[in-house]
């Protein structure tokens, strides 16, 4: 088993590269601001936390494992801002690993 029980299998679809020493880290997501509306009516301040296997990367989605069943990405990395801030071609997040 995973953080808070969730089964380690249940990343597998976050887990692109194939690297079986990843570690999950349990994330919050927060949207700062966006440039384009959301279709998915994601608003700013929205925040979210869960299960992630990595931070970060330019050029890659960033995927949230959450709720025990269900994926959430944004849209692929556009620029790296600091150590917790990115851009998307749509929005800037702030992001954080937490404690467990």
Known sequence: MGINGMPIGALDIVRRDGDPKRKEMKVKLMKLDESNPNPNNIN???TIEGI??????????????HDGDRLFNTSPVVEIINENKFRTRNSTYYWEELKV
């Open 44 to 46: 700013v301040g929205y």
């Open 52 to 65: 992630s296997t990595k931070p970060p990367k330019k050029n890659q989605c960033f995927f949230i494992y």
